[in-house]
C-alpha cells in the first residue's frame, strides 16, 4: 500500500476523493472518459497521434488534482510534490502545460459535453435514484 500525503487542511476531502478515484477504477471510468474524447471528429488536435498511456496519464492527473489539494490545472506550476506522480505510477507528474494543452485539445474536439456526458452516467451508475 501506498501512503499518500494528503493536504492537512483537506484530508476528509482528499480521502473522499481517494473512493471516488477508487471506484473511478473499478468501473473502468477512465475507458469510458476515453471512449467519449475519441468518439466524434478530433479536427486540428494532437489526441489522435498521442499513445493511450499519455492520454490516460492526462486524464489521471485531471481526476487526482484534489486529492493533493490542487484546485486547479494551474496550480500544477507550483506543485513540486511526488504524490502525483506516485498516483500516475510516473518518475514525475506531468506538468502544467501538458495537462493544460491536453485540456485546449479536449475543449477544440468538441468533447466537452461527451465527457460531462459519460461522467453523469458514471455518477448515475454508481448512485441510482430511489436508493
Avoid at 473512493?19 to 469510458?32: I, N, P, Y
Avoid at 466524434?40 to 488536435?45: A, C, K, Q, S
Avoid at 499519455?54 to 489521471?60: E, G, M, N
Wanted: aromatic share 4%.
Amino acid at each position: 500500500m501506498i501512503a499518500l500525503p494528503v493536504n492537512r487542511t483537506s484530508d476528509q476531502e482528499g480521502a473522499g476523493t481517494l473512493l471516488l478515484l477508487a471506484a473511478a477504477q473499478q468501473t473502468g471510468l477512465l475507458a469510458q472518459l476515453q471512449t467519449a474524447i475519441s468518439q466524434g471528429t478530433l479536427p486540428r488536435t494532437r489526441l489522435p497521434h498521442q499513445s493511450l498511456i499519455s492520454q490516460h496519464a492526462a486524464l489521471r492527473t485531471l481526476l487526482f488534482l484534489p486529492v493533493v489539494g490542487l484546485r486547479r490545472v494551474r496550480d500544477l506550476r507550483s506543485y513540486t510534490g511526488t504524490c502525483l506522480a506516485l498516483l500516475l505510477q510516473r518518475t514525475a507528474a506531468l506538468g502544467y502545460r501538458h495537462v493544460d494543452r491536453y485540456l485546449h485539445e479536449i475543449a477544440a474536439a468538441g468533447a466537452a459535453a461527451r465527457l460531462t456526458n459519460a461522467l453523469a452516467a458514471w455518477i448515475a451508475k454508481l448512485w441510482p435514484a430511489g436508493v
